[in-house]
């Protein structure tokens, strides 16, 4: 389902970004959404990407987390990675919601409900939703992690894995 | 406590008309319990970012560009109409004499943000190009201009020129290159970035007032009493006044400054000026609604009058 | 107290194999509640949001899908045909054809990583075949594959371009002198290395070397790519993310014709692309966190004082900036990098005079030179995988290229002309 969506926001960018090049050379004027498009467009692929690259262990990571055959340790290991991933994301999730002083008026999406966006005639809202439903997604591979999801995925790719580095 | 001010561009109240606000605003806070600390150069986040912030009572004042709050308070597309104003003194006194302020920030203020005022950053709009003088609206035919927003697009359109979206990053690039041969900007955007060394004309033209909007945050200043209030209000007129005593100074030296980095100033010949006026006229029903327009239309009478 | 509490914390999140990127948030996350700041988080999805939400980040996915997509369209092996053809003759020649593929490979690619992936599968093994160390093969199929970043197209440099505004055709244009002199300069060392220790080629070698009309007639459609994305982004026929799409079309395109490419091929490059941007974008988000809490306490104003009251003229200060990326370039990932200290140090920079599309391209081939360096360079740990050749081996054996590279990036450091001439011929900067 991640794939897919995936997919289908890289198709949309690429799609819209050829458009704008086509426009400007067999039209006078290019239409002017095409690059907001683009531009949301890839926060969606992105986002959804950064889910599939955690569940693929592809983030880059000073050290690999295998070859560990303590079961003590491997527990630990597990506790901490799991532990900086809930700390970071739940607090965004939370204000995602909320506001300051957990103030629901002032929450992101609601916020994003209430501004249009500059030339495609729909709210922001339809966009910022990606910055909420990565962390859920995420939230939910890191359980899948505990129930044992993992087992395979875990030893096959080094987590340093430096494809990540697209450089 | 602190009051944290953040801005765009860089503390210097030297060259930045902002940074001039800034410490105007700060001066006028010696002696009460506040004190103005400053964040300059998108430290505490972009235009968007940080008007949202504002909104959520995080950063106490944000000095930013008119078209962030719009997406809000669509009244405020009327501020960057196209030839609607004289000068900077007519918008002045439309905002000084209507209540078009106070219906700006109705939307705003459910929203956590208050519209205080405008700053402004220099004289304003006229036109920029690399290829010849424009003294006349004819002159615009056949220049390909750099244009912020499909609004702006629309009016170059109107005036002849052909116009194209292009994100500001590459406007040097694509001026060099030919994709576009000016802009519409106030001078001291050309003279901040160096854009005059291929920028060689320009003509005054006032497009509209180079404005910049003071917003603060309403979640924090309904916490202020009274007095507070009272001191804030203060040190915000003391700042918007020191922002027009800055553009009167600059305004009496900008035109020298174009000459010293090699630019041909081109004045429009008489009633090229009007022309511009009819021509553009029919976009401002295009980029506002019309009951909107016509509450800027009646202000602008009143003030004619 | 609390500083040490977060550095153990740190400490163990990156012991523990967590990423990076996690860590450097919830490390953020702690600070805010630890400094009485949580109020402040309030701001972290619009922030994140903000921080991806830039145009000029549009070129990066779509080189990416450009490059992977033209990896599985049989692109690599056309380009190294047609080195073959030209310079696989010489004593040395595998070694020069490395490079050479290298150059061609990066018109189309911004990626040393890509380069480094796609050698070490085809031409590595090639190499060892007709004699070569394995050492050496893959010593220098890395040193060259530095080249990807330096010659445009380049994610490294899109990704300054965008945080910094600074013009990216103008950073482009800078690229192509120097990457071409990084590519002179390891010809140089090929040709000394393949005399010193009689590597083989020359005369009488020719058996399978393709002949030329026909390698180039194959390796054509993928160099018409250079020339689409280099050409349309310097002479303003296109934007770098226009010139992207364009590519991604081509190489959908050339990948159907030369065959490679079918239904399956593309969904997983498309995939791949979603989780290399994704991997990207999660690290983006953490940056952001973290230098938003570090604005608040004005923490980039205190480092830009410190460095003013040391007094340094703006060559000492573009070496304490060299010193500064190349540590960093030693332990983190490129981006992260880039995207933690670019917004701190360009500033000041920018403010002695020096040019920012000079610094884009120091910054650029530092940061890149730091994927061949130890502890872990992202080049070396895709050939060790990719070659099955022992890290620390292949460590030993590609430092004399590493330490050739940083003398380089010092040449290019003091003589600015070098990256510039380009594009001021070209009336970009
Ligand atoms: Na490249
Ligand atoms: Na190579």
Sequence with gaps: MAGFIAIIALAVLVGAVLLQVVARYLFASPPSWTEELARYAMIWAGLIGATMSFKRRFDPALFASDGSSNKMMAVLTGTIQSAVVIIYLTPILWFCFFGPGNNPARGFLLRHSRTMTDTLGFSTIWVAIAVPIMIVIILIHVLARWAGDDNETARSVTPASPDSADT | TEVKIAMN??????????????HGFADALEGTDFKAVVFPSDTLGSEKERFDTTAQGLIEIDLATVSTGVGMSPLLKGVLLP?????????DAVIAKSDLLEQMN?????????LAGFNYIGVGIGIHNSQHAVTKMADLKGLRLRALNPEQLEYEEALGASGTIIAWSEVANAIQVGIADGYLNPPNSSLRTGHTAFLVHFTPANISPSTRAVFVANDWYETLSADEKAQIDKALDAGIAANRAWLTDWSTKVMARMKEAG??????????????????????????????????LDALKTVKN | MQAVFLFILIGAGLLSGAAIAYVIGAASILTFILGDQANFMAALPQRLFSQLDVFAFLAMPLFIFAGDLMNRGGIASALIDFSMSLLGRLRGGLGHVNILTSVFFAGVSGSAVSDAAALGNSLVPEMQRRGYSLDYAVAITGASSIIGPIIPPSSILIFYGALMNTSVAAL????VVPGLLLAA??????????????????????????PIGKSFMRALPAMTLPVIILGGTLFG???????????????????????????????????????????LFIILCAISTFSYIAALDRLPQAIAAQIT????????????????????????????AVALFAPIFVPVALAMGIDPVHLGIVICFNISTGLLSPPIGGVLLILATTCNINYWRLIRATLPFFFAEVALLIVLTFFPAISLALPHALGLS
Excluded: C
């Design chain 2, 9 to 22: 561009g860089t503390d210097d109240p030297v060259t930045n008309a902002e940074a001039a606000f800034v």
């Design chain 2, 83 to 91: 030839f609607l104003f004289k000068d900077s003194d007519e918008f």
């Design chain 2, 106 to 114: 109705k939307p705003l203020l459910e929203n956590g943000v208050r």
């Design chain 2, 263 to 296: 630019v041909t100033i081109s004045q429009l010949e008489p009633g090229e000026r009007e022309k511009m006026v009819e021509a553009t006229a029919p976009t401002w029903k295009t980029i506002m609604a019309p009951d909107a327009l016509q509450k800027y």
């Design chain 3, 172 to 175: 482009f244009a800078a690229g």
């Design chain 3, 185 to 210: 300069m390891l010809m140089v060392m090929n040709a000394f290395y393949a005399w010193r220790d009689d590597h083989p080629g020359g005369a009488g070698s020719q058996a399978d070397i393709p």
């Design chain 3, 237 to 279: 026929v296109m934007t770098p993310a226009e010139a992207a799409a364009v590519a991604v079309a081509a190489a959908l395109v050339i990948g159907l014709a030369y065959r490679e490419l079918d239904r399956e091929a593309i969904r997983q490059s498309a995939i791949r692309t979603a989780v290399m941007l994704g991997a």
């Design chain 3, 309 to 336: 009251a040391l007094g340094l003229g703006p060559l000492q200060y573009l070496m304490l900036v060299n010193v500064v990326f190349l540590i960093a370039g030693m332990a983190m990932d490129v981006k992260a």
